[in-house]
C-alpha cells in the first residue's frame, strides 16, 4: 500500500507560479514511477506529468510543456509539481499518483494509488 497526500494548491492569477507536493508512505515509494494528474468540472481526469523511479525520465503533456515540471525526492517520500505561468485552463483538482510500475507511463489504468486532490484555482 502507498498512502499520498497533496499540498500546495490555492488560487493564484494568471502567469503565476504554485507549487505541489505529494507526501508518499507505505510501499517503497523508491522503485515507483510517479505521476500527477488533472480533472476540470464536467471533464475527464487527464494526465499532466510523470517522473520514472530514478528521476531520470519525465514525460509533459503538451499543454503544460514548458511550464510544468516534475521532480522528486526519494530521501523525502516527496514529488513535486512546480507550476510556473499558470493559465484560467489549469483550473482543476490535482491528484498525485503512484505507480507500480517503474517506468514513466501516462495511462490512468497504470496507477494503482491516488491521492485525495489538491484544488488549484488560476483567476484571469
Known amino acids: 500500500q502507498v498512502q499520498l497526500v497533496e499540498s500546495g494548491g490555492g488560487l493564484v492569477q494568471a502567469g503565476g507560479s504554485l507549487r505541489l507536493s505529494c507526501a508518499a508512505s507505505?510501499?517503497?515509494?523508491?522503485?515507483?514511477?510517479m505521476g500527477w494528474f488533472r480533472q476540470a468540472p464536467g471533464k475527464e481526469r487527464e494526465f499532466v506529468a510523470a517522473?520514472?523511479?530514478?528521476?531520470?525520465?519525465?514525460y509533459y503533456a503538451d499543454s503544460v510543456k514548458g511550464r510544468f515540471t516534475i521532480s522528486r525526492d526519494n530521501a523525502k517520500n516527496t514529488v513535486y509539481l512546480q507550476m510556473n505561468s499558470l493559465k484560467p485552463e489549469d483550473t482543476a483538482v490535482y491528484y498525485c499518483?503512484?505507480?507500480?510500475?517503474?517506468?514513466?507511463?501516462?495511462?490512468?489504468?497504470?496507477?494503482?494509488?491516488w491521492g485525495q486532490g489538491t484544488q488549484v484555482t488560476v483567476s484571469s
Open positions: 499518483a503512484a505507480s507500480l510500475r517503474p517506468q514513466v507511463t501516462t495511462k490512468v489504468y497504470d496507477y494503482s494509488y
Open positions: 507505505g510501499r517503497t515509494f523508491s522503485m515507483t514511477a
Open positions: 517522473i520514472n523511479w530514478s528521476a531520470v525520465n519525465t
